[in-house]
C-alpha cells in the first residue's frame, strides 16, 4: 500500500519488503525458492550418500541386461526370458494398454446401457439397476477384481474338465479358449473393401446431407450407411473364395491345443475393471439426458421434429457437452486402476518394470522414475486431448 | 339440449359416462409403472424371472443354509447337505478379532477399543451441527487423531507397539480416517495456491497437483514403500505406516485441491471485491466470505474424493498391508479353510459398502440442508 507517507519510512526498508503488497509477494516467492532449494539439495545430498552406502549407482544402463523372468502373456509382441528388462516393460506396457483399451470399450457399453435404464420408466428395472449401482461403486475396485478372479480360479474346472460350450468356446481356470481367425492369401481385397465401405458411406452422408439442404428430403442415412457397412465386405469375402479358416481349440494331454487362449487374469482385470468403470459412466450418462431441460424435447417437437430425430439432433449433441468431461476422467481412472493386476499376476507395466525387474535389479529409484514417468506421459496426453477436445465442443456463445 | 344448457344441471338428466379409469391404487400404479407398454411388460417380466433366479438362491445359501459354528472347512461342510450348499459364516466369525485388530497383542487390544469408542465420540462434534457445546467438541475431534496415535503406537509411559502388528479394521480406519483429516486442509492450501497471483507459487502447486493426479496411487504406495527411504538423512529409520499415511494423504489431497478449485473458481469476482472493500486481508476474506461458499459448493465432489480415499486404502496389501481386505485375503491361503472366497468378500464388501454408502448418503443430506437456495 503505497501511500504519500511511504517516503518517510524509507529507513526501514525490511519492514517495508513485508507491509508492500508488491514487495511482499517477492519476498514471498524468494523465500519458497530457497527452501524448496535447500530441500531438493538435500534430498539429493541423501541420495547421493544412500547410494553410495547401499553399493549402488545411478544409472539406466540395467535397461539393456537380460530380463530373465517369463511373461505368461504377450499377445502382441514376441518375448522370451533371454530378451532385455526394457522389452519386458514394453510387453508389460502394451498389456496396460490392451487392458485399458477393452475395458473402456466394455465400460462405455455397459456405462450408457445402465444409465438409460436408470431413466426407464419401468419401476423395477430401474431399482435392480440402482441397487447395483450403489453396491458396485461403493465396494473398493480391488475387492472386484480379486471376487472375480476368485470365481474363476474357485469355480471354473481344470482344463481337462472344461466347460464346453457346443465344442468351440471352453471355459477352465487356466483361461478360455476360443476358435481363432486364420488369414489366408486373399484377405487384403476383405480389408480394402472395408475402406471402401467407410468412403463410400462417408460420400454418401456428405450427398445425403446436400440433398436434405436443397430439396428437404431426407434419406434413412443410417440404414443405408448400415448395409452398406456390412455387405459390402461380405459380397468381397465370399467372391475373394472365403479367404478365412477357423482354428479350433482341442484338448491335447493337459491342455488345449490351437485356437487362442485368453488368460483368465486378464478376463478378470477387464471385466471387474470395466463393470466399477460403467457403474460411474451410468451415473454420468444419467446426469447428461437429465441436464437437458425438456423445453428442449417440447421445443424440437414444435418444430415438428420426430422422437428418434429429435434425440439424435437436440438431445444427445447437448448431453454429450456435458457428459464428455466427467467420462473421459472416468476412462483415466479405468486405465490408472488397471495397475491394479499387479494383485492378480497380470503382467502389466507395474508388475513388470516396478515388481520383478525391481526384485531382481535392486534399481528402486530408477524402476519408479520409469514407471512414474510412463503413466505420466499416457495421462498428460490423454488430458490435453481431452482439453482440445472441450474447447471444441463447448458451447459458442454470442 | 339447448334449453338444459341453460337451465344449468337438471337432476337425473346427466349423460352416463364410463368411470374415469383408476389414477391410484396399486393396480394403477403398476399399470403405469411396470405395464405402460408392451416394451415394459418384456422388461418387467425379464426382470422378475431374473430376480427369481438370483434372490432365492442366494438367501437359502447366505441364511437358511449357513453354518455359523465350526472349526474347520470340514466341520462346516459335515452340517450341510452336500459341501458349500451354504454359507460358512464360522470362517468369519473365526478370524473377526483377526479382522479387527490385526496382529494387535491381545492383551493391549483394549487400547484399540478405546480408540475406537473415541473415534466414535470424535464423530460426533463433526457430524451433528446441533451438539450443545460443539465448539470445544470440535477441539477434540481435532485432536483426536494425535491422541489416537499415541494411544495405538504407544510410546510416552505405553508400552511400544510395533506398527507391522497393526491390520484389519484398524488399519483401514487409521489410513481412511488420517487421509480425510489432513488432506481437506492440504487440499485447501494447493487450491488457493494454484490460484495465487505469485507465479511461483502457482506454478509449484500445478506441478504438484498434475504429478499426483498422473500417476496410479498403487505406484506412490511403491515409491513409498522402496524409493522413500533414499531421500532421508542415512541412518533415519522411518516407519512403513508413516511412509504410506504421508503418500495418501499427498494423494488424496491432490484430488480434493482440484475439487475445491472448482468451488473456488465458481465465487463471482463480486465477492472478491466486496471482501477487499470491507477492509479484509487476504486470510480474512478466505476465512470469512470466499471459501465457506466455496466449500459448500463442493462438498459432493469432496465427499467423493473421501470415499474414493477410503476405498483405495484397501491397495496397501499390494505392498504387504494387511488391512480389512488384506486380512481376508491372506485368511484364504489357510489350508483349513481355503476356497470359501466368497463368504470373506461379501463381508469385506459389506463392510466397505455400509461405510461408503453412509457417507454419501450423509452428503446428500448435508447439501440439502446447506441449500439456501436462490
Known sequence: ?398 | MNSSLEKGYVPGKHPNLPPPVKTTGIMAWAKQNLFSSPMNIVLTLLSVWFLWTIIPPFFEWAAFNSIWTAGNRQECWDQMSSPGAGACWAFIENRLSLFTYGFYPTHLQWRVNLSFIMFVLALIPVLYEKMPYRKYGLIYSSIFPFIAGWLLVGGFGLEKVDTDQFGGIMLTLILGVTGISFSLPIGIILALGRQSKMPVLRILCVLFIEFIRGVPLITLLFVASTMLNYFLPPGTVFDLLLRVLIMVTLFASAYIAEVIRGGLQAIKKGQHEAGDSLGLTYWQAHRLIILPQALKISIPGIVNTFIGLYKDTTLVLIIGMLDMLGIGDASLADAQWAGLANEIYIFVALFFFISCFGMSRYSIYLEKKLHTGY
Request: charged share 15%.
Open chain 1, 1 to 398: 500500500m503505497s501511500t504519500p507517507s511511504a517516503k518517510e519510512n524509507k529507513p526501514l526498508l525490511l519492514i517495508r519488503l513485508w507491509r508492500n503488497q508488491e514487495y511482499r509477494s517477492i519476498t514471498i516467492q524468494i523465500i519458497t525458492m530457497v527452501v524448496l532449494f535447500t530441500i531438493l539439495g538435500m534430498i539429493g545430498n541423501n541420495v547421493a550418500t544412500n547410494l553410495e552406502k547401499a553399493g549402488k549407482e545411478f544409472s539406466f544402463g540395467f535397461l539393456n541386461y537380460p530380463a530373465g523372468y517369463d511373461i505368461t502373456f504377450q499377445p502382441f509382441i514376441s518375448y522370451s526370458p533371454t530378451d532385455t528388462h526394457t522389452r519386458a516393460g514394453l510387453v508389460g506396457l502394451l498389456n496396460t494398454l490392451l487392458v485399458a483399451f477393452s475395458g473402456v470399450i466394455i465400460a462405455s457399453i455397459l456405462g450408457f446401457t445402465m444409465g438409460i435404464l436408470r431413466l426407464s420408466s419401468n419401476w423395477l428395472i430401474n431399482k435392480i439397476v440402482y441397487v447395483f449401482l450403489e453396491f458396485t461403486r461403493n465396494v473398493p475396485v480391488l475387492l472386484h477384481i480379486l471376487f472375480v478372479y476368485g470365481i474363476f480360479l474357485y469355480t471354473l474346472p481344470v482344463p481337462k474338465k472344461a466347460i464346453n460350450i457346443s465344442d468351440t468356446v471352453f471355459l477352465s481356470n487356466r483361461g478360455f479358449y476360443t476358435p481363432a481367425p486364420v488369414f489366408e492369401d486373399g484377405f487384403g481385397y476383405v480389408l480394402i473393401s472395408i475402406m471402401a465401405a467407410i468412403l463410400i458411406v462417408f460420400f454418401f452422408k456428405r450427398w445425403a446431407r446436400k440433398v436434405q439442404d436443397t430439396t428437404g428430403r431426407i434419406y434413412p442415412v443410417f440404414y443405408i450407411s448400415f448395409a452398406i457397412l456390412i455387405f459390402l465386405p461380405l459380397f468381397t469375402f465370399f467372391v475373394a473364395g472365403s479367404p478365412l479358416s477357423i482354428d479350433m481349440p482341442a484338448l491335447k494331454g493337459f491342455n488345449f491345443k490351437g485356437g487362442t487362449s485368453i488368460k483368465p487374469e486378464y478376463i478378470a482385470l477387464t471385466f471387474a475393471l470395466s463393470y466399477y468403470t460403467a457403474c460411474f459412466i451410468a451415473e454420468i450418462v444419467r446426469g447428461g439426458i437429465l441436464a437437458i431441460s425438456k423445453g428442449q424435447t417440447e421445443a424440437s417437437h414444435g418444430l415438428g421434429l420426430k422422437p428418434n430425430r429429435t434425440l439424435q439432433l437436440v438431445v444427445v449433441p447437448q448431453a454429450l457437452r456435458v457428459i464428455i468431461p466427467p467420462l473421459c476422467s472416468q476412462y483415466l481412472n479405468l486405465t490408472k486402476n488397471s495397475s491394479l493386476a499387479i494383485a492378480i499376476g497380470y503382467m502389466d507395466v507395474v508388475a513388470t518394470i516396478g515388481g520383478i525387474t525391481l526384485m531382481q535389479t535392486g534399481k528402486e529409484m530408477e524402476t519408479m522414475i520409469v514407471l512414474l514417468i510412463t503413466y505420466l506421459f499416457f495421462s498428460l496426453v490423454i488430458s490435453a486431448f481431452m482439453n482440445w477436445f472441450n474447447r471444441k465442443m463447448a458451447l459458442v456463445e454470442r
